[in-house]
């Protein structure tokens, strides 16, 4: 991984005096969820000096989010969207790639069990389960070429489109059963 980021930080300590009610996000280890998403609903906001240790955690599109102590260690997600001033807490490691492109690529590898994500498994370390910043510096990868990651990154998008469609058709299901055992057994007791 180090030769493929230009940056590899955490948060910094000592944010809790720079909370405010309103301004740039806080990204927090509970804002990366497992699933690969960014829950952006419930987020801190700071308020940083012009000259702080903190800004070198300034989050930028295709930044990678990986918690890196705590209950949700090793959960990650690609930063898709500009979200404006936002930094890191020091429970989140950002890793800024030289070439933004593999951001997709790489994102599916820290969600893939013989990827990214397995490796960090093993890693843990600590009672209050934990990463260093030199345990992800030090990952291995394997990158193909730009135009077969994309074709991968693609195919797995389409499937799991194919699940979450398959998935709402088995909660519909599940649904109009349930309602039709209800009305069933409604008619048997009323008669």
């Known amino acids: 991984m180090r030769n493929l980021a230009t940056l590899i930080t955490s948060g910094s300590r000592g944010w809790a005096e720079f909370y405010a009610d309103e301004g740039p996000l806080f990204l927090r ?13 419930d987020v801190a906001h700071v308020r940083l000096p012009k000259k702080s240790e903190g800004l070198k955690t300034r989050v930028q599109k295709n930044d990678l989010l990986i918690v ?24 989140v490691a950002l890793i800024r790639l030289r070439e933004p492109a593999f951001a997709q690529w790489l994102d599916f590898q820290f969600h893939a069990p013989a ?12 009672a209050k389960p934990g990463l260093n910043l030199e345990n992800l510096r030090e990952l291995e990868l394997l990158i193909p070429p730009l135009a077969e990651q994309q074709r991968i990154v693609a195919k797995v998008d ?29 008619q048997i007791l009323a008669a």
């Open 68 to 91: 890196i102590t705590g209950a949700g260690v090793s959960q990650a997600t690609r930063v898709k969207q500009d979200l404006g001033e936002a930094y890191v807490s020091q429970h």
């Open 29 to 41: 280890a509970q804002n990366v969820r497992r699933d690969g998403s960014l829950l952006l609903e």
């Open 115 to 126: 990827g990214c994500l397995g490796q960090l498994q093993e890693l843990i370390y600590g």
């Open 158 to 186: 389409e499937l799991m489109r194919w699940c979450d469609a398959l998935e709402a058709r088995l909660t519909a299901a599940r649904t109009t059963a349930t309602h039709l055992l209800d009305a069933t057994l409604h």
